[in-house]
């Protein structure tokens, strides 16, 4: 039960403490008085929009605190338990707070938590049914979830299980599109792969042949030059110069000779022969290198136009591949591993289409199941809205849930494969059709009040809210709505915003909400009405601002018959 709602600058709202009572509690008063703010204020505690603009004046932030009796409700004291939160004494105190920069604090039992925390709290404690709300049973896409609603734990359950399956079926398709499209790709990719593999393996490469090949043309294109430096250098060595033919051999040997004479006369000219043979020695072995050269220089144009071509084709490679012949090497080793690699790539887009497979398999029977759940829950479901329309006023109506007929080769949705449509006839004697066509405002609302009261039984949820649910009706139709919120109110907490008298009078609290201006600033202010300020009110309600003694004496009528 609601025991308190306490707000802070809020709208109009400096500061106010509304206390709540069990059974019905009604809220009234003028248009623009701040019943909306009251309910909005509800709505924020319990985890709806966080608006900066909510806050009132220059105030720096707005609290909305809502203080429960939990004491006598398991779920919510379990759900508690698991978050490590406990209800003193029964108590559970909530707490949202919305700041100038927009940021917003929430606190269950003056602890902070995240939002989703605090809404999984709040959901197990107050529905609340907004103003126009009912206007949603228009819309055909809506009805499923109403019918939903008013399942049990099974049947949630059942609606989870199809969300779930939906889920996994739909990010193994996702994968499986991603994997076919890259497969695509892939193959594309492998064509081009394997074009550089052969252009590579067909180079036969080897390391550091670019240098030996430069260098091998820089000796061919030089070819005569280094014949004649050879040629000639052979020449003052060992071939012999000059007139008389000597060679720098000749001259050396000749002077070898002539130390060789006189090497036995001292250590000193023994030395010098042995240096000089020596010279002598080294001087004929670079004369037989140079003679080899000579053999070795060669013009070879056929050769040269070789070594071009290779050139020209490692030069078109690099361009390609890598600046050197080591790097295209290191590239051509990349291509076969990832070419190795892509032959992976159908394995695993085989395994995702089995995947798939296998998911919508698991799909197509939860979402069976559900709606054999579905087709059952509503048979149940349109007996109870029928049962309590006729309480509503509305004892010749007729109510039916259509399934639409399902779309062949139609994967489910994650509502399953059921498309519902409510239908009404609201008079005897005339067909079932849409609720859009033949439910007038006053009907909805109604019919809306009649599924809440469904939900609030099987949900269990202690405090139901009405904003305004009265809207479109008045005489003999308000009066049982009254009685509705009043039975309804006999085995859990009502809090009903309403412009009727008739359901005002029923009342086991009534609350008036008014505004009044105080240094140029307005206020609303919300006041406990005794019975004297109910009959004021009442006859208010009735007949407007001008109260007349017979608005008085009606007013009273209804209290004492209430």
């Not at 140079?290 to 136009?305: M, T």
């Not at 008079?427 to 066509?437: D, H, K, Q, S, Y």
């Not at 109110?489 to 201006?517: E, F, M, P, W, Y």
């Amino acid at each position: 039960m609601l025991l308190q709602l306490a707000i802070r600058s809020i709208a109009l709202i400096d500061r106010l403490e509304i206390a709540f009572g069990p059974g019905l509690n009604v809220l009234t008063g003028e248009t623009g008085a701040g019943k909306s703010i009251v309910v909005g204020s509800l709505d924020f505690v319990l985890g709806g929009r966080a608006d900066k603009d909510r806050i009132a004046g220059d105030a720096l932030k707005g609290q909305v605190e809502a203080l429960f009796d939990v004491s006598r409700q398991a779920r919510v004291l379990a759900l508690l338990e698991e978050m490590g939160l406990e209800a003193e004494d029964g108590l559970l105190p909530i707490q949202r707070e919305i700041h100038r920069n927009g940021r917003s604090l929430c606190r269950v039992a003056g602890v902070t938590v995240p939002l989703a925390q605090l809404k999984r709290v709040t959901s197990l404690l107050v529905d609340l049914h907004g103003q126009h709300a009912h206007q949603s049973l228009l819309d055909p896409a809506t009805h499923l979830g109403f019918l939903d609603g008013m399942g049990d734990a099974a049947h949630r359950a059942r609606v989870q299980a199809v969300r779930a399956a939906h889920e996994a079926w739909s990010q193994a398709q996702r994968a499986l599109t991603e994997a076919s499209q890259g497969a695509l790709e892939r193959a594309r990719r492998e064509d081009m792969l394997r074009f550089q593999l052969d252009e590579l393996d067909g180079a036969a490469l080897r390391e550091g042949e670019e240098t030996e090949l430069e260098q091998q043309r820089t000796v061919m294109r030089n070819a005569e030059k280094i014949r004649e430096a050879v040629e000639r250098a052979y020449a003052f060595v060992s071939g012999g110069v000059g007139e008389e033919g000597l060679s720098g051999l000749d001259a050396l040997r000749a002077a070898l000779e002539a130390l060789a004479s006189v090497a036995r006369y001292g250590e000193s000219y023994e030395h010098a022969h042995d240096q000089l043979a020596e010279a002598v020695y080294a001087i004929e072995s670079v004369a037989e290198d140079i003679d080899g050269l000579r053999d070795a220089i060669e013009a070879d144009p056929a050769a040269l136009e070789g070594i071009e071509a290779r050139l020209d084709l490692l030069g078109k490679l690099r361009r390609k591949y890598g600046a050197t012949s080591r790097e295209m090497i290191a590239y051509r080793e990349r291509v076969r591993e990832e070419l190795d690699a892509s032959e992976h790539g159908q394995a695993r887009l085989e395994a995702l289409e089995r995947q798939e497979k296998a998911l919508r398999a698991t799909l197509l029977r939860e979402a069976e199941a559900l709606c054999d759940a579905r087709h059952t829950l509503a048979v149940r479901f349109r007996a109870q809205v029928l049962e309590q329309l006729a309480q509503l006023g509305m004892a010749g109506a007729r109510f039916d849930v259509r399934f639409a007929p399902p779309e062949p080769d139609r994967a489910p949705t994650a509502d399953g494969m059921d498309r519902v449509e409510f239908l009404l006839s609201a008079n005897a004697g005339e067909p079932l059709r849409p609720l859009a066509r033949v439910a007038s405002g006053g009907e909805l609302s109604r019919i809306m009040l009649a599924f809440k009261c469904i939900e609030a039984d099987s949900e269990g949820i202690p405090v139901l809210v009405f904003d305004e649910v009265d809207t479109g009706i008045s005489g003999e139709a308000a009066n049982k709505v009254g009685m509705k919120l009043k039975q309804v109110a006999g085995n859990r907490q009502v809090l009903c915003i309403t412009h009727l008298a008739q359901i005002a009078a029923l009342a086991d609290h009534h609350l008036h909400i008014s505004k009044h201006v105080e240094q140029d600033r307005t206020f609303t202010q919300v006041e406990p009405l005794g019975f004297e300020g109910r009959k004021q009110e009442l006859a208010r309600i009735i007949g407007g601002e001008a109260v007349t003694q017979l608005q008085l004496e009606m007013a009273e009528e209804m209290l004492k018959k209430a």
